[in-house]
């Protein structure tokens, strides 16, 4: 009897607390999503009404929510190839033989990737600065003409989207750089002696060989990128002309501002749905590939 | 291309690109230092004309930085040490013991690992509420006691604990809780210390659920106490900055300090496909 119970000692106060703090919060946002919790529900639990899917049609013919997503996807869309892209570029920079200091050109590019968001979104605030942000300062001397970068709705995502690749490169670029230096170097050798060039190489070894390692990076992206909340709350709260509400932002209003908490899990459902079909599409898109490649 | 001219673009482009990354931090430590106003020009100063601690004073004798800081320092130690004694159990527990269910529920643990924090937060908000844990430290800490994430990286790790050493043990009439202390603990020293990063620095840099749960000033942690101070002090750049600087700090020296530890936790974690 000791011999079996045991065990449950070592796994059973992590699953408690997960049970309590994450799984059933997760089904309660199921059900909260079907009622009209608000502000007087709070106060008291009886002003609760069921209204089964009207939170969701609600939000569904609720223009904002709209452009909240298609501000998101507008994020995800640019930002994600943005963010591999340049991870991919650093990685292979970083694993090039002729490379020198590679410990410590690791680390300088890596070290946005732990600082605080909010931290580092101020500094971009500033570097964005319409009269005095040194971006505008260098693309004036470089001839163009000052932009408002987070006043001017066409301008405001792709400020953000630039200070996400700054901040998140690090991260998929140590990633690849791990796949890159397990591409057995004896396929290169070859390809050297058969006359290929450097392209062709990075077409044809390393590309097809880095795939399973970019569909992970590009699935754990979207993902992550699919919760934009603190770049557009601090650097723009949600404004130019909305352009930069993202559906986390909008779900943060309508839970904790306007504390209406039955439609903001709506929302947070939504949104969730939203990613795992995005990811799963992915998946399956990258997958076929594969078969298809070989 | 010539191997010179080679080596020269690679190192040259390696350069380049770390300047750009690196810059907005070095900026913001200059401006830090900057006087009242000092930043507010065009073109845009690069270096303070006269160094000055003054920002950092006022952030530390009127905007209260001091105790925010303590704020995030008590939390992410809190947390690191108690999600520790959970996830080391559990995933040593799920790497070598028995007990029914256990394929199961580890399965069910990497489906958690899909369903992002903020599904579950207005209800854990509301738990929250009803256990009186809004506004205190008990709420950032007790939804962060445990995490799939941390449980999965354990397991993996003890994994590669050979079973001979933990069967002798057993003859030699050690309890399972004696063994895990004295003898597995020792050996899961590595992963330790990258959990341990890992669950600091996620904890300091965590941002959405402290907003949510905490709202009085003597609460707030770094993060939540400077984006409500940038919205009072839109134009003080300077006092920002040096906000953003003590805030930024701890962290980033820790990294460098243990980031051997953590690119391989980053590495570990990523391959769970």
């Not at chain 1, 650093?90 to 946005?112: M, V």
């Not at chain 1, 077409?203 to 992970?216: A, D, Q, Y």
């Not at chain 2, 080679?6 to 401006?31: H, Y």
């Not at chain 2, 580890?106 to 009186?132: R, T």
Request: contains cysteine; glycine residues 6%; positive net charge.
């Amino acid at each position: 009897m000791n011999r079996r119970w045991l065990p449950w000692t070592f796994v059973g106060p992590a699953l408690l607390v997960l049970g309590a703090f994450f799984v059933l919060p997760v089904l309660a946002a199921l059900l909260l999503s079907f009622t009209d919790f608000d502000l007087y529900a709070l106060a008291d639990i009886r002003n609760m009404r069921v209204v089964w899917f009207d939170n969701y049609l609600e939000v569904l013919s609720t223009p904002l929510f709209w452009k909240s997503l298609l501000n998101t996807l507008y994020f995800v869309g640019v930002g994600v190839p943005l963010s591999i892209g340049a991870s991919l570029g650093a990685a292979l920079l970083l694993n090039s033989p002729l490379a020198k200091f590679k410990g410590l050109f690791r680390t300088a590019l890596f070290a946005p990737v732990v600082t605080t968001v909010v931290a580092v979104a101020l500094i971009w605030r500033y570097l964005f600065h319409t009269r005095y942000g040194l971006i505008n300062f260098a693309l004036t001397h470089l001839g163009f003409a000052p932009i408002d970068w987070l006043g001017d709705p066409h301008w405001s995502m792709p400020a953000i989207i630039v200070f996400a690749v700054w901040k998140n490169f690090g991260y998929n670029m140590v990633i690849l750089l791990a796949g890159l230096q397990s591409v057995p170097v004896e396929l290169y050798e070859a390809a050297r002696i058969d006359g290929a060039s450097a392209w062709r190489q990075f077409r044809h070894i390393t590309l097809p060989s880095l795939r399973p390692v970019l569909l992970l990076v590009a699935i754990i992206t979207v993902a992550g990128y699919f919760q934009l909340f603190a770049e557009p709350y601090v650097m723009t709260r949600g404004d130019p002309l909305q352009s930069t509400v993202s559906v986390l932002y909008y779900m943060f209003q309508q839970g904790f501002e306007w504390w209406n908490l039955g439609r903001a899990t709506a929302i947070a459902f939504l949104l969730f749905a939203l990613t795992l079909l995005v990811t799963r599409v992915l998946l399956r898109f990258g997958r076929r590939g594969e078969e298809s490649g070989a | 291309m010539t191997p010179r001219t080679a080596k020269f673009t690679v190192n040259g482009a390696l350069l380049l690109l770390a300047l750009v990354v690196v810059f907005p931090l070095l900026w913001m430590l200059s401006v830090s230092f900057m006087q009242r106003g000092e930043a507010s020009a065009f073109p845009p100063p690069l270096l303070p004309a006269h160094a000055t601690f003054a920002n950092y004073r006022e952030l530390f004798e009127h905007a209260g930085m001091g105790r925010y800081l303590f704020n995030s320092l008590f939390l992410a130690t809190t947390v690191t040490l108690l999600s520790l004694a959970f996830n080391l159990s559990a995933g040593y527990a799920f790497a070598k013991l028995r007990f029914a269910g256990r394929e199961r529920i580890f399965q069910a643990l990497l489906g958690a690992l899909l369903v992002p924090a903020q599904v579950g937060m207005i209800p854990l908000f509301l738990m929250m509420k009803w256990m009186h844990l809004v506004n205190t430290y008990g709420g950032v800490i007790v939804p962060c006691l445990t995490t799939a994430f941390g449980i999965f990286l354990v397991r993996q790790y003890a994994r590669s604990i050979p079973d001979d050493l933990i069967e002798a043990a057993r003859i030699d009439g050690a309890g399972e809780w004696r063994i895990f202390l004295r003898i597995i603990l020792p050996l899961l020293k590595p992963v330790i210390v990258t959990l341990a990063i890992f669950s600091f620095l996620n904890t300091w840099n965590d941002f959405m659920w402290p907003l949510i749960v905490l709202s009085d000033r003597e609460w707030l942690t770094a993060p939540v106490a400077i984006a409500s101070l940038s919205r009072e002090h839109v134009q003080d750049y300077e006092l920002m900055m040096a906000g953003s600087v003590v805030t930024i700090l701890p962290v980033l020296a820790l990294f460098l300090v243990l980031q051997r530890h953590y690119i391989q936790g980053l590495l570990l974690g990523s391959v769970k496909g």
